[in-house]
């Protein structure tokens, strides 16, 4: 079973033709502090649930998935303007993964292609109204001694803050080497800047360690750290992976 999580780097590996395989953020809390010379703005999202992918295989090198956050409850607390909350399902988004090349976790090297769109779905002002789209490039490449580093580049077209859409870049490099046979840690860093005049990066380094408790389901546990002003600050997350 290859897993698009913990890590915010995707795969390059699709699901079993005719299987189906779920994938969950089962918790998780987001932190974000922001201040200006007279306000600071804090940010606190709680997720329950929220990220669910299901990824179904449609054939030898192609999958399809549908990612949805089911519960998001945002928390706003601002020294000067007040306190807002918003709560409830958020956006829908569709991919479609084809593997290029190296569709097995045991391959030397992987790419795929992995388009999206993603529908505006939020209930409660947890989000804008727009469709997004993209198209991402992910890859692996196995190392000796059990080393493995993998990446991915992603454009996309998002929701503008000074036009209709503004262009996104993405791009993510995440080194990882099993502890066991079972157990396995991550190290990622991730950028992310959109193009305006007002943009500045996002960046975060990020860990994570996987558990496989059978060869069908896995659990994790992760902590994201913001390293750019404009990132959040931090989050913490567990999750798990079935395939059946």
């Known amino acids: 079973m290859s897993t698009e999580r913990p890590s915010k780097t995707d795969s390059p590996y699709t699901v079993t033709t005719g299987r189906y395989q779920i994938e969950t ?46 519960y998001l409850n945002k928390a706003i607390e601002s020294d ?36 999206y769109v993603k529908f505006a ?12 789209y993209g198209i991402g490039l992910p890859f692996n490449v196995n190392l000796p001694r059990d080393w ?9 077209w998002v929701n503008g803050e000074q036009s209709d859409y503004d262009l996104n870049y993405v791009n993510a490099l995440v080194v990882s080497r099993p502890i066991s046979p079972s157990l396995k840690w991550y190290v990622e860093y991730f950028t992310s800047i959109t193009e305006h005049s007002d943009s500045t990066w996002k960046n975060s380094i990020d860990f994570g360690l996987v558990y496989a408790v059978t060869p069908t389901f896995s659990v994790d546990a992760n902590v994201y750290k913001g390293v750019t002003r404009a990132a959040d600050d931090a989050k913490v997350f567990f999750g798990m992976a079935y395939l059946f």
């Open 80 to 115: 000067t303007d007040g306190d807002t909350r918003a709560q409830g399902f958020g956006d829908t988004t569709v991919r479609f993964k084809y593997n290029l090349t190296g569709n097995h976790p045991a391959d030397k090297m992987s790419f795929a292609l992995l388009p």
């Open 25 to 70: 953020n089962t918790l998780g809390y987001t932190y974000d502090k922001d201040c200006t010379a007279r306000n600071c703005t804090r940010n606190k999202i709680y997720e329950v649930f929220g990220t669910n992918n299901l990824r179904i295989g449609l054939t030898e090198k192609t999958d399809i998935q549908f990612i949805t956050d089911v």
């Open 121 to 132: 779905t939020n209930r409660k002002n947890l989000s804008h109204s727009k469709i997004e």
């Open 148 to 156: 493995s580093i993998g990446g991915m580049s992603v454009i996309s």
